[in-house]
């Protein structure tokens, strides 16, 4: 089946210092999404990327999709307490009928 | 913004109840999942629905079941309830198959 790879599993971080985790696939992907879940609330979709070695922005937020299509990656540039929370990226499986979640990257900021 | 509601929020129930979750959507959506989340874990599909009478079931095997009579509508049930079904059941909404989906805030089950 289709493998996905989220790292790191936790990072700590102080208020201000960046942050970045990382999505890898055993296979080629058609698209990767990206969601934020805040602790104890749902998953909410941030950002879909489809083309290879496409870079998306977001305010601090940057998404990059490898050139391979097997790799992105969510930058965080300058973190704040409000991105406290669990980043989930989710591959569409190789039948093209379902979403498959990494393991998420649990992160946690210090004031 | 999709309009995806979940009841109950919360339930605590003992061994051997059935017990149904409900979830609807306002949005139209043909594309609705039930996810199984464990706290601080990864989600797990366990059933999705591409339109009315279409259920199947997802990645990971469940006890549970579900209908979708209604575009709207997606409950989930479970016959008779163990401790082993507690966890957080979300539930969720696209408009395209592999677009981005929508969730509603979850029910947190736990079965005594």
């Known amino acids: 089946g289709q493998q996905v790879m989220q790292i790191p599993q936790y990072q700590h971080v102080q208020e201000g210092e960046d942050f970045t985790t990382y999505c890898n696939s055993s296979t080629t992907l058609s698209n990767i999404q990206w969601y934020k879940q805040r602790p104890g609330g749902h998953p909410v979709f941030l950002i879909q990327l489809v083309k290879s070695g496409e870079v998306k922005k977001q305010k601090r937020l940057t998404f990059q999709f490898g050139e391979a299509k097997k790799n992105s990656s969510l930058h965080i540039t300058a973190t704040q307490t409000t991105d406290v929370g669990t980043y989930f990226c989710?591959?569409?499986?190789?039948?093209?009928?379902?979403?498959?979640f990494g393991g998420g990257t649990r992160l946690m900021v210090k004031p | 913004e999709a309009d995806i509601y979940q009841t109950p929020r919360y339930l605590v129930i003992g061994t051997g109840k059935k017990i149904t979750l409900e979830c609807s959507q306002t949005?139209?959506?043909?594309?609705m999942y039930w996810y199984q989340q464990d706290p601080g874990m990864e989600l797990h599909l366990i059933h999705y629905?591409?339109?009315?009478?279409?259920?199947e079931k997802g990645d990971l095997s469940s006890e549970s079941t579900v209908s979708r009579i209604r575009t709207e509508h997606f409950p989930l049930t479970l016959e008779s309830a163990r401790p082993s079904h507690t966890s957080q059941y979300l539930c969720a909404s696209s408009e395209r198959q592999q677009g981005p989906q929508h969730f509603g805030d979850g029910t947190r089950l736990s079965i005594l």
């Open positions: 629905s591409y339109g009315v009478n279409s259920t």
């Open positions: 949005m139209g959506h043909d594309k």
């Open positions: 989710a591959l569409v499986n190789n039948a093209g009928n379902m979403l498959t």
